[in-house]
Nanobody, 122 residues
């Protein structure tokens, strides 16, 4: 079993930045792919970013490419999502996820956190 706890959400003005963190525990999470999804009000949950176990490969949704950066610190069992140039359309609940591979994670992640709210005001 893997437990995921997100933090770092909040209210920010358009053009601002936030960094989300996800602390993981349980099984050997350093060998898992990690990622982020988001869900805006009235919309389906969507993939945001993923990173493989070593941090050597990253993947992004087109909507955040060039503005968001995912990274991980396996010594701390933590994954980060640095969000820059935020837009009102980035407003959503952001969920941390984990799975054995980035391929699996992007399609149907097994482990999910409770989510953290990000609100971008115009």
């Amino acid at each position: 079993q893997v437990q995921l706890v997100e933090s770092g959400g909040g209210l920010v003005q358009a053009g601002g930045s936030l960094r989300l963190s996800c602390a993981s525990s349980g099984r050997t999470v350093s060998s898992y792919a990690m990622g982020w999804f988001r869900q805006a009000p009235g919309k389906e949950r969507e993939f945001v970013a993923a990173i493989n176990w070593s941090g050597g490969n990253t993947y992004y949704a087109d909507s955040v490419k060039g503005r968001f950066a995912i990274s991980r610190d396996n010594a701390k069992n933590t994954v980060y999502l640095q969000m820059n140039s935020l837009k009102p359309e980035d407003t959503a609940v952001y969920y941390c996820t984990a799975d054995t591979t980035t391929w699996n994670l992007r399609r149907n992640a097994v482990y999910w956190g409770q989510g953290t709210q990000v609100t971008v005001s115009s």
